[in-house]
């Protein structure tokens, strides 16, 4: 098969598609934040306002308080599926990216089901005699971190598990050799060289967080409104500069939580494990 003179023309129609479809309007938004004579009032107008401050804090804390609990989650379930037997490591895996081909608005349904003040766990609590009345669950900052761990929970596997399964096998063997026991091993060994896949996990998990919008505005409360709902509602108003500026900074936080992953790790090193 003969190799292409200038390889670089395949990536024209990507290019064309990302600028028509994503530079164009990003820089469109842009210039409609900056204002009338680029005076910037927009971006005034909207963080002058106590709700767009509060807002963009809570965003941020349950951006942050979801990719901890998922890493916690992930981590432990990413080793498993490393360390036993194949048979099992397929299950779980099926159990794990099963959920994830399946559409986010079904997903938040479910756990309006499941949640709901005559859903199935109050039901079921209620049966077994662990509570009298039901619990109120759903349109709670509680449900809100549930729907998003559930929805996001794979983004983090995924990479750590790649992390892992780089992890060159003699170096265990030398660390036990040398007498480390398992905690030792795990602590100076596994740990430090599945960090690109932690980091990885962890900003990919943190960056969608930030824009979520279905799974809050479903399961959560009117005192659980995310960033995005805000950006939708102030569209809504046909308030477009507002909102505009309001995304911006949003673009920006989500460039500099980038930006920052790009200082400590490479992508290239997390793939680079999985398939070296």
Partial sequence: MKSLRNPGMLLIPLMAFLLVFYLLPVFLMLLRSAGEGWSFAPFVAAFDSVVTVKVFVFTVKV??????????????LAYFIVTTSDRMAALLMAI?????????????????????RKGVINELLTWIGVIETPIRMLNTTFAVYIGMIHVLLPFMILPILSALKGIDGRLVAAAENLGAGPASVFRHVILPLSMPGVIAGSVLVFVLAL????????????????????????VELYEWPEASAIAAVLLVLTLAALALVGRLISIEKVLGRATG
């Fill in 96 to 116: 794990v990216l099963v959920p994830f081909w399946t559409s986010i608005l079904i997903r938040s349904y479910a756990w309006m089901v499941l949640l709901g």
């Fill in 63 to 76: 951006a942050v308080g979801v990719t901890l609990l998922t890493l916690l989650l992930a981590y432990p």
């Fill in 211 to 234: 824009g979520f919008y279905i799974t809050p505005a479903l399961i959560g409360g009117p005192q659980d409104m995310m960033i995005s709902m805000l950006i939708a509602q102030k």
